[in-house]
C-alpha cells in the first residue's frame, strides 16, 4: 500500500515556492511531466512540437537559401548558362521550399498510423518510378546521368522519394518480423532483397551517392530494430564488399578513386580531383571568419556545382570555420532529436514510429556526413547534396517531408504522454 511522504514543513514549504504549488496541491495533482507548474489553478502548458526539430528545419533552410543565392549568382556570366538570370537559382530555390512547406502542411494532417500501413505500396510506387527514370523520353539526362524526370515547376528525382519510401518500408517490415527477428535469415533476407533492388536500379542512372544513404537508412533500421549482431556485421561486411567491387570493375568510379587519394598531382587535380581541390582551396581562404558573404572567388567558375553538391566549400570560404561549424552542430543537433523523439516513441510502445524517426536520423546524419567529407576531403566525391541547404527541389522537398513525419511522431507522442489518443 502507498504511504504519503511527510516532509518537515520548512522544507515543503520551499518546494513549494520552487514549483509554484499552492498548499494542499499536492495531494489532488498528479504531475504528467518534470518542470510542470500543475498546481496553481493555472491551465497546464505543454508545447504539442518539438520546437527545436522545427527551428533547425527553419534555420538551415534559411542559410541554405542565402548561401545557394551566394554561389549562384554569378553562374550566369558564364556561356553555360547565359540565358539564365541572376536571381534564376535562388528563386527555383525558394519556390521549391514553398512547395515542400505546403505539402509538409498537408502531411501533418496524416497520422503515423496510415504512413504504416501505406508503407509497403509507397516503396513499390517508388520502385516503379526508379524504372520510369531509366526510360528514354521520361528519364532526363544531366551530366551523363539519367536521374530526373521533369514536371515543370521542378526535375523530381525519384531516388529521394526512394529515400523515404524505403524508410517507411523498413520500418514498416521490422514491426512485422519482430517476432522472429534474431532468425536472420528469415528475418532479414526479404529486406536485403528489397535493397538490392533498390541498389540495381540506381546504378543504372547512376547515382551511387543515394544507393549508400539508402544502404545506411536499411541497415541502420535494421540494427536498430533488433536483428542478430553477428549475422548484421556479415551482412555490413557483404555490403562493402558490394561497394568495393562496384568501385573496382567501373573505370569512372575507379579513377576518382585514385583520384582521392593523391588529389595535387598535376593531372588529377586538372580533371577527376579537379572539384576535390578547388572545395581544398575554398575552405581554406576561409580560414576561421570567413572573407564575409558574398566574397567567394571559388565559385567564380573555378568550383563546379558550388550551389550544389560543394556548398558547403563556400560556407567555408565565405564563414569560415565559425560558419562550418555552425553547420556541423546544427545538423548533430537535429540528428539528436530525432533520436530522441525515436526513443520516446518506442518506450509508449510505437515502434515503427520509433524506428521511423531514427531512421530520418539517420538518413540525415548520413547524407550531410557524406557531403561534408566530401567537401573536406575525407570521402571521394559523391553526387549527394547537402540535406535542406543544397539547391536541388527533390532533396528540399523530400526532406522536408521526411522531417514533417517525424514531427508527426513527436506530437502523437505528447498526446499520448498527456492521456490522449495519437
Known amino acids: 500500500m502507498n504511504q504519503a511522504l511527510h516532509l518537515p514543513q520548512w522544507l515543503n514549504a520551499g518546494w513549494q515556492r520552487l514549483t509554484g504549488a499552492t498548499p494542499g496541491a499536492s495531494e489532488k495533482s498528479v ?49 553555360k548558362y547565359a540565358n539564365y538570370s541572376h536571381a534564376f537559382f535562388i528563386t527555383r530555390h525558394v519556390m521549391s521550399i514553398a512547395i515542400a512547406f505546403v505539402v509538409c502542411l498537408m502531411v501533418l494532417q496524416v497520422d503515423v498510423k496510415t504512413w504504416e500501413r501505406w508503407a509497403p505500396w509507397i516503396f513499390v510506387i517508388a520502385l516503379l518510378l526508379l524504372v520510369a527514370v531509366l526510360i528514354p523520353g521520361i528519364g532526363k539526362v544531366v551530366n551523363k546521368s539519367r536521374r530526373w524526370i521533369p514536371l515543370g515547376l521542378m526535375n523530381f528525382q525519384p531516388s529521394e522519394f526512394a529515400k523515404l519510401a524505403i524508410l517507411l518500408y523498413a520500418s514498416n517490415y521490422m514491426v512485422r518480423k519482430m517476432e522472429i527477428k534474431e532468425e536472420f535469415l528469415r528475418a532479414v533476407t526479404p529486406m536485403l532483397i528489397a535493397l538490392g533492388i533498390t541498389g540495381a536500379l540506381l546504378l ?26 553477428r549475422m548484421f556485421l556479415l551482412s555490413v561486411a557483404v555490403l562493402m564488399g558490394t561497394f568495393v567491387l562496384s568501385i573496382t570493375f567501373n573505370p569512372t568510379r575507379r579513377g576518382r578513386m585514385l583520384a582521392f587519394f593523391n588529389p595535387w598531382d598535376p593531372e588529377n587535380a586538372r580533371d577527376k580531383a579537379y572539384q576535390l581541390t578547388n572545395s581544398l582551396i575554398a575552405i581554406g ?21 558550388a550551389h550544389t553538391d560543394f556548398l558547403l566549400a563556400v560556407i567555408g ?24 523523439i525515436g526513443r520516446q516513441a518506442i518506450a509508449l510502445d510505437r515502434v515503427f514510429a520509433g524506428l521511423y524517426a531514427q531512421g530520418v536520423g539517420i538518413w540525415i546524419g548520413s547524407q550531410a556526413f557524406i557531403n561534408m567529407g566530401v567537401n573536406v576531403g575525407l570521402l571521394p566525391t559523391k553526387g549527394l547534396t547537402l540535406p535542406l541547404m543544397s539547391y536541388g527541389g527533390s532533396a528540399i522537398l523530400m526532406s522536408c517531408v521526411a522531417l514533417a513525419i517525424a514531427l508527426k511522431v513527436d506530437i502523437e507522442n505528447r498526446q499520448l504522454m498527456r492521456g490522449g489518443r495519437a
Open 31 to 79: 504531475p504528467v511531466r518534470d518542470w510542470v507548474n500543475i498546481g496553481s489553478g493555472q491551465p497546464t502548458r505543454i508545447l504539442g512540437y518539438d520546437q527545436v526539430l522545427l527551428w533547425l528545419t527553419v534555420g538551415l533552410l534559411a542559410l541554405g537559401a542565402l548561401m545557394v543565392y551566394s554561389a549562384s549568382i554569378a553562374m550566369p556570366d558564364s556561356p
Open 204 to 229: 543504372q542512372e547512376p547515382d551511387m551517392g543515394a544507393f549508400v544513404v539508402i544502404a545506411a537508412i536499411v541497415m541502420g533500421t535494421l540494427f536498430l530494430g533488433g536483428v542478430n549482431g
Open 317 to 340: 570560404e565565405e564563414l569560415g570555420f565559425i560558419g562550418v561549424a555552425a553547420v556541423v552542430l546544427a545538423f548533430f543537433w537535429m540528428v539528436r532529436r530525432l533520436f530522441a
Open 285 to 305: 581562404r576561409g580560414e576561421f571568419f570567413g572573407t564575409g558573404l558574398g566574397a567567394s572567388v571559388e565559385k567564380l567558375h573555378y568550383l563546379p556545382e
